[in-house]
């Protein structure tokens, strides 16, 4: 029925509907239902009783009885002072889904699914705000791209504050372009010792690991999707990926290090480095966190440093002065061209 939405389901997880009653109960029963079963019962989709399979994004799982019953009655607790009317209806619903659950041992509380799709942004909000309550220790983020805007510092700077007054130590890792934000340097300025920051070239997508516990990472492009992450082997995996990265990146406050080839920056270096690798202009810009028309300015001065007149002799020249592999000192004007002799006088 079109115009079908939430405010048709006036419930919460204590009470379903009669159709969100079968939805739910059929997708218990049988581990997973289509997602066009969901489409006349949204309440379960915004009461997170169901949510995408991470294998197949065409099918829902249900959340898991047991660990429903744990969310009512944390949320029992919370508000029974306030309201004491609400205990018998929590009970009776307490009830109905243990029911469900047969004999199958209940979630400890406070414990998600190894692997938890999160759709909306608020969502995702919801639940990076209950990781940061309960994070106490560590935090370590990647952040790709290139220089933040001031709108994504301020949308995570109230959780960045509430973990440096619990004394939570954080390390970030960022594009070498972030260095040129002015709103990054305020914000690590702000936070002072809480925070620690790194940079390479380029980095993974976006990561961010709580007390080494629970990690979130984009589930899509446009990233209204995420994947929170409980499994062990999951979030070490991750953790080993991050410290790999940090060994090999450069403090925010050390000077990026010279290419050692005269007229050639770092930035340079990097994207001739992905040009020998045989990258499209696009690709090169997304991975360091640049326009594609910054990229094509940078390409157009290493031509005309390197002398070359066409793409194609553009890559001879980058193998022959060694921007394709390991640096070493080059005196450019020894090197020579096929055709023009050695280059002087630049």
């Known amino acids: 029925m079109a115009g079908t939405g939430t405010e048709e ?39 997170a009783l169901l949510h995408p399979d ?3 994004m065409d099918w829902l799982v249900p959340t898991s009885p047991q660990e429903v019953m744990t969310r009512l009655l944390r949320g029992l607790y919370e508000d029974v002072s306030a309201s004491q009317r609400r205990v018998g209806t929590a009970v009776a619903a307490y009830e109905w889904y243990a029911g469900l659950g047969g004999s199958a041992p209940a979630a400890p509380a406070g414990e998600g699914s190894a692997i938890r799709v999160l759709e909306g942004l608020s969502r995702i909000q919801a639940a990076m705000d209950e990781a ?7 935090v370590l983020t990647v952040q790709p791209g290139g220089i ?5 510092l301020a949308e995570g700077l109230h959780r960045a504050l509430t973990l440096r007054g619990r ?5 970030d890792l960022y594009t070498h372009v972030a260095r040129h934000g002015q709103g990054l340097l305020n914000y690590l300025e702000l936070m002072g010792e809480a925070v620690e ?13 709580f007390d080494r516990t629970v990690a979130f990472i984009p589930a899509n492009t446009d990233r209204t999707m995420a994947l929170e992450l409980r499994h062990p082997a999951l979030v070490g995996y991750l953790v080993t990926v991050f410290e790999r990265l940090w060994r090999l990146a450069i403090p925010l406050t050390a000077p990026l290090p010279d290419t050692r080839i005269e007229g050639i920056s770092h930035r340079e270096q990097s994207i001739a480095a992905l ?14 966190g640049i326009s594609v028309r910054t990229c094509r300015a940078h390409i157009a001065r290493l031509s005309e440093t390197l002398g070359a007149a066409s793409r194609t002799q553009l890559g001879v020249r980058i193998a022959q002065v060694g921007l394709d592999g390991p640096q070493e000192p080059v005196d450019l004007t020894q090197v020579t061209v096929p055709g023009q002799g050695s280059r002087t006088g630049r």
Not at 167 to 171: A, K, L, Q, T, W
């Open 132 to 138: 940061t309550e309960a994070c106490t220790r560590e």
């Open 197 to 209: 920051a790194r940079s390479l070239d380029e980095v993974i997508d976006r990561l961010i690991l």
């Open 54 to 56: 991470p294998d197949d």
């Open 148 to 152: 933040r805007r001031e709108d994504e």
């Open 9 to 47: 389901h006036p419930h919460g997880a204590d009470r379903l509907c009669e159709a969100g009653d079968r939805v739910y109960s059929r997708a218990v029963r049988r581990g997973r239902v289509p997602r066009r079963d969901a489409d006349q019962v949204p309440c379960l989709l915004d009461l």
């Open 275 to 288: 040009l020998a690798e045989g990258h499209q202009d696009a690709v090169i810009a997304e991975r360091l």
């Open 167 to 171: 004394g939570v130590h954080m390390r």
